[in-house]
Structures are given as structure tokens and as C-alpha cells.
């Protein structure tokens, strides 16, 4: 029997051309997965649409655009048990780095074709659903420097330039960090609760390593003295998660626990999941395995070979499977 899905697609994500994609996205999927298109509009958002798939009793939802389209759908499979899966076509698609999720058009459809799902905890901010993190101060800032224009314009180079903005600008503030265990005071530039996050969210990497399944959330502290300081604890953080270690400067701090409550003088922005929602005082909490996503078969390994374009390029296999050829030559 054919699968059936609900496409939730954002005709004007990201910068490529909507209309190929979207028939890419027809051409790999429809020979086995039945599928109900919705777009969303600018009054219509992807989580009113997902919810009213939910309500339609539908069996799968595809969300395609970017981390904005994702994680507002995904709010609405929340709980649902509804198996969920992610094709990105936005900027910076943190979504789906965050979760090991391919973000070509065709391996992310190859992955939904595949069916296979893995539970991954959400969790909510001030009973906003929350799916990859929340920001407060430095974070927030970036997400509001790099404007729509920008993006445009620079792709994922806008936040990197809101961010050395944002630096120049630096401004601390006195944060209250309460757990179920304990309450910690301290003086920081950001606070970062993480429930999953992109290598590129460099403010999330205190600990060595995120992991979406463990019913944790995870909260990085970052508390440099002065711009110079900043910059070498942001770098060093790029550095450690890149290298899969915790972060040992002074300046850093991090903590794990299922549920935080932080409060900020001065009040702080908050941003989660890329999006500006309102301001501190926040209360996070995890519900794990609270979504069920389409996810690879095998975990994406950092690739150890590439070839291709190199010029005149000819592989030859010492050892050929039976039937195939021993020689391969792939021309541009
Ligand atoms: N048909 C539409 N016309 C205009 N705006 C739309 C339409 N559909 C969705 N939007 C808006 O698009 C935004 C979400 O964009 P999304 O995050 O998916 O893509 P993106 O901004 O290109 O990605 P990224 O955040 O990675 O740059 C929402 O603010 C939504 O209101």
C-alpha cells in the first residue's frame, strides 16, 4: 500500500528556485508517498497548517522551507506521534544539522523514503514549543541584526556579520540559573538552553556535545570580561565543539538538567529556534521523545574521501562487486 503524507512547502524559503524544488521534491517522493500539498502564505503559517493535518488524522507531515517553516510545524507534531520529516531549503538550516538530518533536497527525501524515525525530545520556553534552543542576550541580538534583506542578500555570511556586529556591542548582564537541584548567580554576555543544536550555534557548545535524546536540555553560559575576551571564548568554543570537546576556559560555563528557570537583570531578548519571541524571565522544560522524525539509516559520517572534480578523474576498484565494473571514469 502507498504511503500518504501532508507537504507543508514554503514557496519563498531560501535562495534557490521554489518551483524546481518543489517538482524535485514530487519526482523523488510521489512514486511511493501519496502527497497533500498545502503551502504557506504570508498569513498562513506552517504550524497552522500542520495542526490542521494533525486534525485531518493524516499519517505523515513533510515540512520543506527553512529553520522558521521547520520548527513551526514540527510544534504542531508535537506529542501527536505522527512521524515527521525535514526537507530544508533555507539559509543557515539548523534544523536539520541539529538532528543529522541531510539538508540536500535528495538525500533529505531518500531519508523520509528510507521510514525510518527516531524519537527526539522537544522541549517548551514559556509554553512556546522549543525544538533546537533558546538564546538570551548575544544570540538574540545576531537573530535580530541578520534581517530578512540580509539574508537574502548574504545567506548564512549575515549572521556571521550580525555576530561580529553584535561583538563590538557587548554587553553583560546579572542572570539567576535555577535547576529542580540548585540556583546559580552570575554575571554573562549570553545564556544558552539547548535542547539540540547546529555546530555553527557556537554559543549552545559549553558541553562536549548536545544530545537530543537524553531527556536533558543543556545550558551554556558565556561570561567574557571585556570584547577581547568574547572573541577568544567564542572562538574557542567554535574550536572545541569542532574537536568534540567541552570548552575549559574560565569564562564558560555549562550545565545539564531537564528543567531551568532563568531570570536576567537588566530583562534580556530571548530567542528560540531563530526567532525573536519576547524577553526574560524564561521557563524551559524538556519533554522527551516528544517528536517522532524521519531520520538516515546511517548517522552522516564526516566524509573521509572526496573525488569528485578532480580533473580526468578515474577510480579503479581493486576489489569490484560481482557484476560491476572494475573501472570507473566520472567526467564533468
Ligand atoms: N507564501 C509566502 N509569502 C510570503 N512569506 C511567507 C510565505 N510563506 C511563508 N512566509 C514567511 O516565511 C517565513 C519563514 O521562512 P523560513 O524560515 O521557512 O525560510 P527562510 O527565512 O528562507 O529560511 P532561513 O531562516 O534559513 O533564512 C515566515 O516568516 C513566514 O511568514
Redesign the pocket.
Known sequence: MNRSACLIF?????QGNPEQELLEIRSLLEPTIDLDIH????EI??DQLAEAAVQRGVDEIIAS??????SAAATAVINTNIPFGIIS?????AFATALGIPDTIEAACQTILQGVTRDIDVAYCNDRPLILLAGIGFEAETVEKAN?EA?NRFGIIAYILAGIQQLRELQSFDVEIETDEKIIKTTAAAVTVANAAPPTSVLAQGPAGIIYNDGLLDVTIVAPVNKAGAIAATYHLFQSASAGNAAERDDIGYLRAKHFKITTDPVQKVVVD?ELVGTTPIEVKCVPAGLKVFVPTVEEAELAEKLEGLPNLVIELKHPPEGEAETVELKE
Open positions: 514554503n514557496p519563498v524559503a531560501g503551502f504557506t502564505t504570508e503559517d506552517a522551507g527553512g529553520d522558521g517553516t521547520l531549503r533555507g539559509t543557515a538550516n530578512r539574508k531563530g
